[in-house]
Each structure stands twice: as structure tokens, then as C-alpha cells.
């Protein structure tokens, strides 16, 4: 006889999304079979515990059985109290009272056979429940976590699921819409010949290259290189960043490789690419400060192992960009990696105008634009920059509602571009404006006389992008190369000429011209341990050479003695002392100009083209600036002329 057990309660599980219905309602229906299932046995009468022992007593109990919480007894035939109880019934239960110690020796008194409950006979499925449920709980709050995060942290969507970031499908883009990096292409070109015709060098034995480090600055067109081999040889396009293999944790960068390739390989002939390879493969040499680069070092290795283990003629080409290559682990440049290197430079004057075409064919130009002359003014401007030029333009011209794009509206835009947008709203009180005003025609004037340094086209008040309260303009004629001595002096002066406006007009300096020093000691500094211009130093190099592309990347001085350190410090400082001196003889020599000239700055904020140029013309040059340029040198009786600071 089935001796019922505690149900258990229903408990509330928080609900699986994910692991489906399925599971849950096998849940549910176990749950509706526990409680149902025990209802089948027959339905005994309850009686007082009083009862039962009056029973016992009374010697009409036959047998017991004592469970925990219930007991059931049945009662001898032809003796039951037919007034209270349905005649058919034999069998009854109640429940015990907990402190009844007595109740055994009863029971013998009175001959009662009794028993405990056998094992519960219902069990099979309180047992099952108590062996799914708890996985099953488990599971649903995992799988929970899991739907909730979807595409939320990679901490908790490690795997395949990235798979289809890599995949851009082929890029359509041609080397037609990529200009200006001639070398480049030319080289690449060869990339597109093993893609298409493989089977032609594998025929004679040769090696497909498997990996071409792409080297160059931000925006010069690395990316859209990549894409353009792929599109040109009309394969796919892997691409992913090497700041992405960067996990949280560690071995997922590893795991993401290994996936990257896998894909790759089944779509060979294709193009992966690694933008900002630089992120993953930072040399491990110089790098071991207290740990914390594990992810790192695995994802490279893994990588490392990967270019290793696949086929040189799979079809697979990497494509990996960076611009700091001196930072990447050697292993990286072994043969059978990256072995080969394409250096994607910034376009020179030729390149510019060529890109201006590439993103020009889509917008409406004046006939008075000429890009040529853009490319001109634009030295420096890598290839998203001329990009974003067109784009600016094109802005402007719409918002006049100009029905072209006029060459107006590009004059505007590189200065937008250079210099950040004009910000109108920002307010120089007076005595600053005049400051500045000074400041500035003291780079007009000092540049106007300087050799090389390209004519002034423009000098403003108006305070553009974050820093710049006002700016010179100084356009180049051609794009330069190479900087004579004398130029690189009258650049060093030139830059002074601002704050030696100040300390002219009035008698101090302001914060306003601490870019400009900086500049200029930078400048002087080169001059003397990197272009060996020193008289007393000669042309030994003091600093390892830097590498062109490395902007802002300053590279370390050499081992010196501290006898050489002094001598190189006297010497920028005797080269940045003069240049102050001419700068400040210029100034004072045409300080009529200067006041002039920054009156009606002042007043009209902005001054350029003839006007400017007609009232730089004025300007004197000094009697020592001549053999200064030459020599570097001032004459001997001269002293350093001196402004008292306050
Ligand atoms: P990088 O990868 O070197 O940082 P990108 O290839 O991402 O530079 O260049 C960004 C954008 O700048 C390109 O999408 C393209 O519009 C423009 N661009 C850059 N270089 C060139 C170029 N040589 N010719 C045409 N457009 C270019
Ligand atoms: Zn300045």
C-alpha cells in the first residue's frame, strides 16, 4: 500500500528562453504526475489520534503502519463503531503526535502488528525530480544569462559566434578608387597576379608569399588597399583588427585565430587582412613588465603558428597593416610571415591631386576649381584627409546653395580642415585679442622675411578647433624635400616671432606661445644631433634616426658622454638664442608695421591675400640678419638683445 510522501512544493525556476520549451514541459509534467499520481490509491478516513489509541486499546486494532508523519491502521472485522464510520471501511489513518514514546509498548500490550512504511513506493518519480531538477535549474539560469547577454560582452559570447564579423564577401573596390600610392600598388599588383593565377608560379616551383605588412600612417590608405587586392582579384575579404584579438580573457584571442584561419582556408583563394597589427604583435622583448600580456603572447603565438602551419599555396594571403613596424616582435618578419613589406607613404603633390580626382568624380565641381593647385596648399594631407576635404566642400557649397562646388568654398574647407572648425562663439576679451593679433602679425613679419618658408597667405584672430586663438598661414610654393640650413633658421625664427611680438609691444610673454617654442627647440635640437648642422659638433648623429612615418614617435638619444649632452644643449640653446635675437631685431626695426598691421587685424580679424602681402612688403630686414642666415652666427659686437620681462 502506497504510503504518501511529502510533495514537494512547486518551486519557481526562473524560465529557460533558451533550452526551450521542450524541457520545461517535461518539467512541468513530472511535477503534475507527483501530485496526481498518489490520489489514484484509495482515499482513507481520517481519525483523531485519540481515536486511534482508544482502538488500540480497546484491542480492535489488527495491524499498523507508523510512518513519520502519518499512521495507517486497520481495524478488525465486526468490530468497528459502525455509528461513526462508513460499515465497508477496515482501514484508517491519522496522524501522530511526535512525543508519544509510549506508543510501541502500546501497540505489544495489545497485540497490534505493527511496521514502518516500506521505502516509498511513489519514489520513482520523487527520485527522477530530485535527479532533473536541479540540472534543470541550472541549466535554465545558464541558458538565461546566456539569451540576456546575447551579443553583449565577449566575456560570455566566446566561439564561433564572431564568425561572421571577418567575412566582408569580395570588397568591390578597385585599384582605380585607390591613388596616389603608385609603389604601393605596383607592388600589390603582383599580390593580385598569385590570387588569380596561381597555378602559373606554382607550376614553376615558386612560393606564393604568405603574409605583406602594409606600413604607413593612419588614413594614407592601407585598408582600402586591402580591399582593393581582394576586389581586383575578386576573392574574399577577411578582415578583422588586431585590437579585437585583445580579450578579456585570455586564450579567446587564440581561440578567435584559430576560427579566423579555419574560415579562411575553406574560402582560400581569399584575402585576410589584420588591421593595427601592431596591437597583437608588440615585440614580447621589450615588453615583460609585470605580466598582464599573456593574452598577448598567446594570441601571437597562435598566430605564428597558424602562418606556419598552413600551406605556402593555399591561396591564403595576410594582409597586415600597422604604422609603428619597429614595435612588432621579430618573429613577425621571419620568412614565411611577414616577409615582405609595402610602405604606403603619405602622397606627394602629384598623389593629392590624383586622390582629389578619385573623390571628386562624384561631386559637382565649378570650372574655377582647380585641383592642382589644392594639392598645392594640402602638403601633408594623407588620403582620408583629402577625403574629407571634397566632403567639407561639397558641405559648404550646399549650405550656400551653391549650385557647384566652387574653389572658394575648398580654400575654406583646408582651412577647416587644418585648423579645426572656426568656433565663432569662443570670445577673446579685448586685451587678449590684442595679444594675439600682435602675436600673429609677428610671425607675418619675421616669416615674410625668411627664405623658404613659403608666403604668407593669411593671418586670423578668429580662435579655431581647441587650442589655436589665432593662427599664420603660411602655404608652401612646392612641396619641399629637403631644408637648407638657413631655412631651418628662419622656420626657428619665424616661430619666435610671435612671442617676440609680445615681449616688444608689451613687455611680456604670454602662455600663448608655448607651441611655438616647442616647435622651435625641437627644430634646433634636430638640427644639431640628427641633420649634423653643428660647427662644433659635426655631422655625428646624436639621436637614432627616426623613421619617417612615425609621427610623433620620438626617438631616443644615442649613448653620450655628459661632456657631449652640455656641448649639444649649449649649441640649441646658442641656435635658439640667436634666432630670438633676429627675430626680435626684426621686430623692432619695423615696429611701425607691426602696430599697423595688428591695428587692422584687430579690426577686421582677418587678413589675406594682396592686401596682406601688399603691407608684408614693407618689411626691413636688419643689418645682422644676412650673415645670420649664412653662418648662424651673430656678429661679434653684438649683444643679445634683452627685453625686460615683468
Ligand atoms: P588606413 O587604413 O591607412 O588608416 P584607410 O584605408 O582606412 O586608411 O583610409 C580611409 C579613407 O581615406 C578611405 O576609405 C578613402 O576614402 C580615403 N583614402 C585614403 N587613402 C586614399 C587613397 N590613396 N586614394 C583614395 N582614397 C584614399
Ligand atoms: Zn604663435
Known amino acids: 500500500m502506497p504510503v504518501e510522501t511529502h510533495n514537494k512544493p512547486p518551486i519557481k525556476t526562473p524560465k529557460p528562453r533558451q533550452l526551450g520549451g521542450g524541457l520545461l514541459v517535461l518539467f512541468t509534467v513530472l511535477l503534475v504526475l507527483n501530485f496526481i499520481l498518489p490520489g489514484f490509491g484509495p482515499r482513507l478516513p481520517q481519525v483523531p489520534y485519540s481515536d486511534f489509541v482508544a482502538k488500540v486499546e480497546a484491542n480492535q486494532v489488527d ?80 541558458g538565461w544569462i546566456l539569451n540576456r547577454q546575447g551579443g553583449g560582452p565577449a566575456s560570455l559570447t566566446v566561439g564561433k559566434s564572431k564568425a561572421r564579423i571577418y567575412s566582408e564577401g569580395t570588397t568591390g573596390v578597385k585599384f582605380g578608387d585607390v591613388a596616389g600610392v603608385d609603389e604601393a600598388k605596383a607592388e600589390l599588383q603582383e599580390i593580385v597576379d598569385f590570387l588569380k593565377n596561381a597555378d602559373k608560379y606554382t607550376r614553376l616551383g615558386a612560393k606564393i608569399p604568405k603574409g605583406v605588412l602594409l606600413v604607413g600612417s593612419p588614413g594614407t590608405g592601407k585598408t582600402l588597399l586591402a580591399k582593393a587586392v581582394a576586389g581586383e582579384a575578386g576573392v574574399p575579404f577577411f578582415s578583422i583588427s588586431g585590437s579585437e584579438f585583445i580579450e578579456l580573457f585570455v586564450g579567446v584571442g587564440a ?191 619675421v616669416g615674410a622675411l625668411m627664405p623658404g618658408a613659403g608666403k604668407v597667405e593669411k593671418i586670423s584672430i578668429v580662435p579655431r578647433g581647441v587650442g589655436a586663438l589665432g593662427y599664420t598661414l603660411q602655404l608652401p610654393e612646392e612641396d619641399r624635400f629637403l631644408m637648407a640650413e638657413d631655412e631651418i633658421r628662419g622656420r626657428i625664427a619665424t616661430l619666435l616671432g610671435g612671442r617676440s611680438a609680445e615681449e616688444i609691444i608689451f613687455n611680456k610673454v604670454s602662455t600663448g606661445a608655448s607651441d611655438d617654442i616647442q616647435k622651435a627647440t625641437d627644430l634646433a635640437e634636430r638640427s644639431v644631433t640628427l641633420y649634423g648642422m653643428s660647427d662644433t659638433l659635426g655631422p655625428v648623429a ?94 661679434e659686437e653684438t649683444h643679445l638683445m634683452q627685453t625686460v620681462l615683468v
Not at 440 to 445: F, M, N, T
Not at 573 to 584: G, R, T, Y
Request: hydrophobic share 40%; charged share 25%; proline share 5%.
Open 255 to 445: 581561440s578567435r585565430v584559430r576560427d579566423l584561419f579555419e574560415q579562411a582556408k575553406q574560402q582560400a583563394p581569399c584575402i585576410v587582412f589584420i588591421d593595427e597589427l601592431d596591437a597583437l604583435g608588440k615585440s614580447r622583448a621589450g615588453n615583460n613588465m609585470l605580466g598582464g600580456n599573456d593574452e598577448r603572447e598567446q594570441t601571437l603565438n597562435q598566430l605564428l603558428t597558424e602562418m606556419d602551419g598552413f600551406e605556402a599555396n593555399t591561396g591564403v594571403i595576410l594582409l597586415a597593416a600597422t604604422n609603428r613596424p619597429e614595435v612588432l616582435d621579430p618573429a613577425l618578419r621571419r620568412p614565411g610571415r611577414f616577409d615582405r613589406q609595402v610602405v604606403v607613404d603619405r602622397p606627394d603633390k602629384i598623389g593629392r591631386e590624383a586622390i582629389l580626382k578619385v573623390h571628386a568624380r562624384n561631386v559637382k565641381l565649378a570650372d574655377d576649381v582647380n585641383l592642382g593647385l589644392i594639392a598645392i596648399r594640402t602638403p601633408g594631407f594623407v588620403g582620408a584627409d583629402l577625403a574629407n576635404l571634397v566632403n567639407e566642400a561639397a558641405l559648404l557649397a550646399a549650405r550656400g546653395n551653391r549650385p557647384a562646388v566652387q574653389m572658394a568654398d575648398f580654400n575654406e574647407a583646408i582651412e577647416r580642415v587644418i585648423a579645426g572648425l572656426e568656433k565663432k562663439s569662443r570670445v577673446l576679451n579685448e586685451m587678449e585679442k590684442k595679444i594675439v593679433a600682435n602675436h600673429e602679425v609677428g610671425h607675418a613679419i
Open 542 to 635: 646624436f639621436e637614432k634616426a627616426q623613421q619617417q612615418f612615425l609621427d610623433g614617435y620620438s626617438s631616443p638619444r644615442r649613448t653620450v658622454s655628459p661632456k657631449v649632452t652640455e656641448q649639444i644643449d649649449r649649441e640649441v640653446k646658442e641656435i635658439v638664442d640667436n634666432a630670438h635675437h633676429i627675430a626680435l631685431a626684426i621686430l623692432d626695426k619695423n615696429r611701425e608695421l607691426l602696430e599697423e598691421t595688428a591695428r587692422a587685424l584687430l579690426d577686421k580679424e582677418v587678413l589675406e591675400g594682396d592686401a596682406l602681402r601688399a603691407q608684408l612688403n614693407r618689411a626691413q630686414a636688419p643689418a645682422e640678419m644676412e650673415s645670420w642666415l649664412c653662418t648662424g652666427k651673430l656678429p
Open 63 to 142: 495491524r499498523a503502519i507508523i510512518g513519520q508523519e502519518q499512521i495507517e491502521f486497520s481495524v478488525k472485522p465486526n468490530t468497528q463503531d459502525s455509528q461513526d464510520q462508513p460499515a465497508t471501511a477496515k482501514v484508517f489513518k491519522t496522524t501522530p503526535v511526535a512525543l508519544d514514546l509510549d506508543l510501541p509498548k502500546i501497540l505489544r500490550d495489545h497485540n497490534v502488528e505493527f511496521a514502518a512504511p516500506q521505502p516509498s513506493s511513489n519514489g520513482w518519480i520523487g527520485t527522477l525530480l530530485s535527479w532533473v531538477v536541479p540540472p534543470l535549474i541550472f541549466f535554465g539560469i545558464w
